[in-house]
Structure formats: structure tokens, C-alpha cells
């Protein structure tokens, strides 16, 4: 059996949930076993990008003695 993926990325609230909601449906009729699950990455990706940020200032900062 051949297995496929469908991934949606995007702001929240852009309607996501809605739109692979309505593609499980669809699909369901067609009688295609579907498995759907939801992954909140921002608090991931918000750590991971805080500490890029740091790594950069840290590496690019003039430092001067007043």
C-alpha cells in the first residue's frame, strides 16, 4: 500500500484545520483511510529563532569601551 502525505503550513488562524477538515471528508468518501494530527511548532520554532538571534548579535556586536 502506498502511503502520501499532505502537510499545511501557516499563521494561525489562516484556516488550515478548516481546509484539511473538509480534505479528510472528501477523502473519507472516496473511501480512503485518513490520520489526521495537529503539531503546534511556534513555541519550537519561536526557542529555536530566539536563539539564532543571540548567536548573531553575540558574534556580529562592536563593542566599545566608553
Known sequence: MRYKLI??????????????SVLRILLERKKRRVC????????FFTKILGEILIKIVKENAIYEKF
Do not use: R
Request: net charge positive.
Open 7 to 20: 502537510v499545511f503550513v501557516g499563521p494561525q488562524g489562516s484556516g488550515k484545520t478548516t481546509l484539511a
Open 36 to 43: 489526521m494530527t495537529k503539531l503546534d511548532t511556534h513555541a
